[in-house]
C-alpha cells in the first residue's frame, strides 16, 4: 500500500540533545512537508521540499533542519537551538504544486 | 502574515442534524482551499477540496467557496456521532507552494 510513514510514534529528547524523526513516502510524490502542531492550534509549518537536493523554510524553521537526499525520505532533526520541542510533528506529501496533502501519522515528541 | 480563521468551538449538534463549519482567509490572491478531518491523536485526513466558487457535493460533505467574501465553508448534512472530530481549514495563498491551516474547529455530534 502507498503511502507515507513516520517512525517513531512517540520520541523523548533529553536537554541538549539533537533527535531525528523519520519520514518516508513512496507515492511518488515530489512535494514534502513538516508540520509542527501544538494543543489546541493549527498546523505550522517548519521546512518543505518540491524537488531531492532542494528544501526551503517554513513560518518557523528556527531550530529545526532538514535534509532531501532522495526523493522517498524527508528526515527532521529537532536540535538542541529549539527551547520548545515538545508538540505533535506531521509529515506530508504531495504530487504537485497546487495538489492536496496527504499525511503520515505523526510523531509525538516530548521533553524529559 | 497570511491567516486562516477558524471558530474554535466546540460546535455541538445533535444526530441527524446539518453541522456548518466556516472558515475565513486573508490572502485573496488564494486559488486552493482544503478541509480535513482531524481525531484526537491522529493525523488529518483530507475531506473536501474545492477551487471555484460555488458548492461541491461529495456524499454528506457539501464545501461552499465564495471567493468575493473570502470565505469557505463545510456543511456535514446527517451528523454521526463518529463525525466528532477537529475539521481543519486550509488555503494555498497565491504563488506560495504551502498550506496555510486555521486552529480548526471542534465539532460534537451528540446522540
Known amino acids: 500500500d502507498g503511502g507515507i510513514t513516520q517512525s517513531p510514534k512517540y520520541l523523548f529528547r533529553k536537554e541538549g540533545q539533537n533527535v531525528t524523526l523519520s519520514c518516508e513516502q513512496n507515492?511518488?510524490?515530489?512535494?514534502m512537508y513538516w508540520y509542527r502542531q501544538d494543543p489546541g492550534q493549527g498546523l505550522r509549518l517548519i521546512y518543505y521540499?518540491?524537488?531531492?537536493?532542494?528544501?526551503q523554510k517554513g513560518d518557523i524553521a528556527e531550530g529545526y533542519s532538514v535534509s532531501r537526499e532522495k526523493k522517498e525520505s524527508f528526515p527532521l532533526t529537532v536540535t538542541s537551538a529549539q527551547k520548545n520541542p515538545t508538540a505533535f510533528y506531521l509529515c506530508?506529501?504531495?504530487?504537485?504544486?497546487?495538489?492536496?496533502?496527504?499525511f503520515g501519522s505523526g510523531t509525538q515528541l516530548s521533553v524529559l | 502574515q497570511k491567516e486562516v480563521e477558524q471558530n474554535s468551538g466546540p460546535l455541538s449538534v445533535p444526530e441527524g442534524a446539518i453541522a456548518s463549519l466556516n472558515c475565513t482567509y486573508s490572502?485573496?490572491?488564494?486559488?486552493?482551499f482544503f478541509w480535513y478531518r482531524q481525531y484526537s491523536g491522529k493525523s488529518p485526513e483530507l475531506i473536501m477540496s474545492?477551487?471555484?466558487?460555488g458548492d461541491k457535493e461529495d456524499g454528506r460533505f457539501t464545501a461552499q467557496l465564495n471567493k468575493a467574501s473570502q470565505y469557505v465553508s463545510l456543511l456535514i448534512r446527517d451528523s454521526q456521532p463518529s463525525d466528532s472530530a477537529t475539521y481543519l481549514c486550509a488555503a494555498r495563498p497565491g504563488g506560495y507552494n504551502k498550506l496555510i491551516f486555521g486552529a480548526g474547529t471542534r465539532l460534537a455530534v451528540h446522540p
Open positions: 490572502d485573496r490572491g488564494s486559488q486552493s
Open positions: 474545492i477551487y471555484s466558487n
Open positions: 507515492l511518488n510524490h515530489d512535494a
Open positions: 506530508a506529501s504531495s504530487s504537485g504544486f497546487n495538489e492536496k496533502l496527504f
Open positions: 521540499s518540491q524537488i531531492v537536493n532542494d528544501f
